[in-house]
């Protein structure tokens, strides 16, 4: 923009000036002055405005001045000042229109030109800040290179230093080594010469011993001698025995028994140690099999998936030879192999797993504790205080018990209190037991008084009821012989009657229990059938008086071998077959009514007392 | 502890008998016999000339006592005071003196090693054995009696014969290879002979009884080597000391080195109880030794009241640093003994005035003897023994 032509207007020398002026200062290398000048005089300043513009066009020019602009603006592509005129006259009409246009584009054309010079202008500062901060980076990095050019230049200085010195102290190494070996030559050289000087000086010293010996043999001393009262008896009391071939075999034989017998208690002991130790890995890798086994059905959360399928095949294996190692537990080469080898496994796939729980654990604590299954540090700690105080508190709890019982056991000083406090703790408990035992004394007695008198009423019973029923068999025998005639039945059941003696219904009565009183254990049974059969009969009976009368008289009979028997019988088997042979005996006798009914009461007896002795 | 009244005694030659019933000792040229329980007096024997060496016979019933300087040995029996037994090595001089395991025989010495005689007090035979070895322990018998192994020395080689002691028939004969034996131990088991060399080289040589070569051992080279052997009462162990200040073991399985111990200068390990005899009274100011005897004041019949304190850890032991450039330096460990149930050992290094070590039989105390003072420790057997 600054490259207006300067068209030189003679008459406009002082415009031309400014002109000139004003084109050079465009013309100039930027810098602010310019750009600050390039502003103002784009900006045009009140004050000067009439100076500045009077300067160009006076009143006297205007014509002048028009053509001149007119020409300029041409030149440029403007449309002309002039109105169109036909012919060719010096006077040509200002075209107004023309003009303003000229103006309005003049206008326009300075806006953009400001606005590209601005724009100009700010590109111009960013590039020469640019270059700026280049040119600084620049001396920086030079300095910066300056600098470790030298650093690198001393360090290698010193590199090469103390490779001096580390030469210089192999060398010494290397001379002090050398040192060492030609002192140990000189030693080993001087053992030499003395071992030589000695061997000479030994020889003499034999040669000397010899004759010396010789000398001492020679002579034969008189004087050298044992003089002893009686001679002693050997140590293990056996006589001494000659010296033969025989005696020297057997000397070697026991000197190798001797050694024999420590190489195999030696080696029965190692190979003790050697089950035991053999035991202790057995049990280490069934134990590191067990420890590893349950982690694996845990769900794995990192991919170790090989490993994990290496270690359960492992698992598999290692139980197979257990069972193989188990059923041989020989000392083979190949069973010691087997086992070793199976141990190392184990014990890599327990580091491994340990490994893992300890990457496991500082993972933990670098994300923080999202892990449930693992405890906070923290919290352990402090589980772990809070379990410690607890035991110190118990712990000194139980001090102070002991503490107070030792000084309630300690205080009893005299013999007459330790003898008297002696036991005093369960004291109370005695005393109760006492009492217990004492109410149980009389609770006892109280039983067998009771049972005791059961018992007699019970026989009491047992012989009413005999009496009772041998009235009621004599009055229903009279009814009997009353009423009906004789059978061949009855001849029967009188021959019965009169084998155990009973009439028609206690002969029924006793067919039945005639066998059932045969079998001992169905005694109870049959006697049973009987009193209910009786019971049931009862009401019918005449009155009592009868009975009570035979009764009476039966009841001594009965009563005595009741009690004739009731001691003696220890079973009631015996009890019913006693009674039976005393039933058979009795029924023989003449008082056939007494011994049919003895026989009944005497069954039914016999149940009451086995109903006794039962329980 | 009660202590009884002081005897006479000349030579420190006094021994309880093998069964522990009598307390033998020598006055001069007398022997005194007696009672362990009562302290009196049961026998006294009158010898030709100054008693040197007295030994009681493994069954308790005879005593030897050898008189070096006029070659005399005389043996006297507890059962029948009258009977009288004298032994006259004449020209042939004695060195030394003992008793066979079955206590029927006596093996003298002879001067300059010439020989060694076996007086059969059973018999009127008499057995020479030529060439025995001038060492420190020439001679070992096996804990049972059975046998005896005696190092020999001829063309500057060395030997070991084995005799058969109930009839002294020589079982085995090898050579050694060793420069010049020092010693012979028989394991307690009685399979296993132990032979070490001299100081100038480490080297312990381990032969069956049968005379095989089970296994040799040398800790190090060039420096001096062995000191001093013990076998554990287990025969599973052989606990060698040396010169270097360490004690190794070496087990019976596989004859190699199963640990070692070391005798620093100064104590640090945390699990290690030191105790220190402090005075209680006053009046010198000593500072404290971890063991026994005060160098400075040694009096006899010292009434100073001491005890023992736990030290603190890290203690320094006190130790003199003996002159290197003499022979047989007071160096190394010099003192080693198992406790009878195979669990402690006990060690004397360096220059500590301990003359000697003894077990309880219970393994659980120890008694240590000095030039005047006497120690009992006890141990706790939860604990190891702390290094004292």
């Known amino acids: 923009m600054g490259d207006w032509m300067t068209v030189t207007d003679p008459g406009l020398s002082s415009e031309s000036k400014n002109l000139s002026q004003y084109t050079s200062e465009t013309k100039m290398s930027p810098s602010s002055l310019y750009s600050h000048q390039v502003l103002c005089s784009s900006i045009p300043l009140s004050k000067n405005v009439h100076s500045f513009f009077s300067a160009f066009c006076t009143e006297e020019n205007i014509e002048q001045s028009i053509s001149y602009l007119d020409q300029e603006l041409t030149t440029f592509g403007f449309p002309s000042l002039y109105e169109e005129s036909e012919g060719k006259e010096e006077k040509r009409e200002l075209n107004i229109v023309a003009v303003l246009n000229c103006m309005n584009e003049l206008l326009v054309l300075q806006r953009k030109n400001l606005l590209a010079q601005e724009n100009v202008e700010t590109q111009n500062l960013k590039l020469g800040s640019d270059m700026d901060h280049l040119q600084s980076c620049y001396a920086k990095l030079k300095e910066q290179l300056e600098t470790s050019r030298r650093e690198m230049i001393g360090l290698q200085e010193r590199d090469r230093q103390l490779q001096c010195k580390n030469r210089n102290l192999h060398q010494l190494l290397k001379n002090e080594k050398d040192e060492v070996q030609k002192l140990q030559n000189i030693i080993a050289s001087r053992a030499t010469q003395y071992n030589h000087d000695m061997k000479r000086k030994e020889r003499e010293y034999n040669k000397l011993k010899e004759r010396l010996h010789q000398l001492v043999m020679n002579k034969k001393d008189k004087k050298i001698a044992m003089d002893i009262l009686n001679y002693v008896g050997r140590a293990d009391g056996k006589r001494g025995s000659w010296r033969t071939g025989k005696t020297e075999a057997r000397n070697e034989d026991e000197m190798y028994k001797i050694l024999l017998n420590d190489y195999e208690y030696r080696q029965k002991q190692i190979l003790m140690e050697n089950a035991e130790l053999k035991k202790v890995l057995q049990q280490m890798k069934k134990e590191m099999i067990s420890l590893l086994s349950p982690q694996k059905q845990k769900p794995r959360e990192r991919a170790d998936d090989s490993t994990g399928a290496v270690s359960i095949s492992d698992v598999e294996d290692d139980a197979g030879e257990l069972n193989r190692e188990s059923i041989w537990d020989l000392s083979c080469e190949t069973v010691r192999e087997q086992l070793t080898n199976s141990i190392r496994k184990q014990w890599r796939i327990l580091k491994s797993h340990v490994e893992k729980l300890d990457n496991q654990v500082s993972k933990v604590h670098l994300e923080g504790f999202h892990d449930e299954d693992v405890i906070s540090r923290q919290d352990h700690e402090q589980e772990t205080e809070k379990l410690e105080l607890e035991i110190q508190q118990c712990k000194e709890m139980i001090k102070t018990q002991q503490q107070l019982l030792q000084q309630q056991l300690a205080t009893a000083c005299d013999d007459d209190t330790t003898s008297l406090l002696r036991d005093c703790y369960l004291l109370e408990e005695k005393e109760r037991l006492k009492e217990e035992w004492s109410l149980f004394k009389e609770q006892k007695k109280n039983f067998e008084r009771e049972r005791r008198s059961f018992t007699e009423a019970a026989i009491r019973l047992g012989l009413e009821r005999k009496a009772f029923e041998e009235e009621r068999a004599s009055w229903l025998k009279q009814q009997f012989l009353n009423m009906t005639t004789f059978d061949h039945q009855n001849s029967e059941n009188v021959k019965l009657f009169s084998a155990f003696s009973g009439s028609s219904d206690r002969d029924n009565l006793t067919v039945h229990s005639r066998p059932r009183q045969k079998k001992p254990h169905s005694v109870s049974n049959g006697s049973q059938v009987c009193t209910s059969k009786l019971t049931k009969s009862l009401p019918a009976s005449p009155s009592t008086s009868d009975f009570c009368q035979t009764r009476s008289c039966v009841s001594e009979h009965s009563l005595s071998n009741v009690l004739n028997i009731t001691p003696e019988e220890t079973k009631p088997h015996q009890v019913g077959r006693e009674c039976l042979n005393q039933t058979w005996s009795l029924a023989s006798r003449p008082g056939s009514q007494e011994g049919g009914c003895s026989g009944c009461s005497l069954a039914c007896t016999n149940s009451h007392v086995d109903k006794d002795d039962l329980p | 502890m009660n202590f009884s009244e002081v005897f006479k005694l000349s030579g420190l030659l006094s021994k309880?008998?093998?069964?522990?019933?009598?307390?033998?000792?020598?006055?001069?040229?007398?022997?005194?016999?007696?009672?362990?329980?009562?302290?009196?007096?049961?026998?006294?024997?009158?010898?030709?000339?100054?008693?040197?060496?007295?030994?009681?016979?493994?069954?308790?019933?005879?005593?030897?006592?050898?008189?070096?300087?006029?070659?005399?040995?005389?043996?006297?029996?507890?059962?029948?005071?009258?009977?009288?037994?004298?032994?006259?090595?004449?020209?042939?001089?004695?060195?030394?003196?003992?008793?066979?395991?079955?206590?029927?025989?006596?093996?003298?010495?002879?001067?300059?090693?010439?020989?060694?005689?076996?007086?059969?007090?059973?018999?009127?035979?008499?057995?020479?054995?030529?060439?025995?070895?001038?060492?420190?322990?020439?001679?070992?018998?096996?804990?049972?009696?059975?046998?005896?192994?005696?190092?020999?020395?001829?063309?500057?080689?060395?030997?070991?014969?084995?005799?058969?002691?109930?009839?002294?028939?020589?079982?085995?004969?090898?050579?050694?290879?060793?420069?010049?034996?020092?010693?012979?131990?028989?394991?307690?088991?009685?399979?296993?002979?132990?032979?070490?060399?001299?100081?100038?080289?480490?080297?312990?040589?381990l032969y069956s009884l049968d005379g095989r070569l089970l296994s040799t051992y040398s800790a190090y080279e060039w420096s001096l080597g062995v000191k001093s052997v013990t076998w554990s009462p287990s025969s599973q162990f052989l606990a060698i000391g040396s010169y270097d200040g360490k004690v190794r073991i070496l087990n019976h399985v596989t004859w190699k080195m199963i640990t070692e111990f070391g005798h620093p200068a100064t104590v640090s390990n945390p699990k290690i109880v030191v105790y220190k005899e402090a005075e209680k009274s006053p009046k010198l100011g000593l500072g404290a030794l971890p063991f026994p005897p005060p160098r400075a004041a040694a009096r006899p019949f010292s009434t100073t009241e001491t005890k023992y304190e736990i030290a603190s850890l890290p203690v320094s032991l006190q130790t003199l640093k003996p002159v290197t450039d003499r022979a047989n330096p007071r160096i190394g460990i010099g003192m080693l003994a198992f406790s009878p149930d195979n669990y402690f050992l006990a060690t004397r290094n360096g220059d500590f005035h301990v003359l000697s070590l003894c077990w309880h039989l219970s393994g659980d105390s120890l008694a240590l003897l000095s030039k005047d003072h006497f120690c009992l420790c006890f141990l706790e057997t939860e604990e190891g023994a702390g290094t004292a």
């Open chain 2, 16 to 205: 309880f008998s093998p069964d522990g019933k009598y307390l033998a000792s020598c006055v001069q040229y007398r022997l005194v016999v007696r009672d362990v329980n009562t302290l009196q007096i049961l026998q006294l024997y009158t010898c030709l000339d100054q008693i040197q060496h007295i030994e009681w016979s493994a069954d308790s019933l005879f005593i030897l006592c050898a008189m070096y300087k006029r070659g005399l040995v005389q043996v006297w029996s507890l059962e029948q005071p009258d009977w009288h037994c004298k032994i006259d090595e004449g020209s042939a001089g004695l060195v030394a003196s003992c008793w066979s395991p079955d206590g029927r025989h006596i093996l003298n010495t002879t001067e300059f090693h010439l020989r060694i005689t076996v007086w059969s007090l059973c018999t009127k035979s008499v057995s020479y054995i030529k060439y025995p070895k001038a060492c420190q322990q020439g001679i070992t018998f096996t804990r049972d009696g059975r046998y005896m192994a005696l190092a020999e020395r001829r063309d500057c080689r060395d030997y070991i014969s084995i005799f058969v002691c109930s009839d002294w028939q020589l079982l085995r004969h090898f050579e050694t290879d060793t420069q010049d034996l020092v010693g012979i131990e028989w394991a307690p088991n009685g399979c296993v002979l132990a032979v070490w060399d001299t100081c100038l080289e480490y080297k312990i040589l």
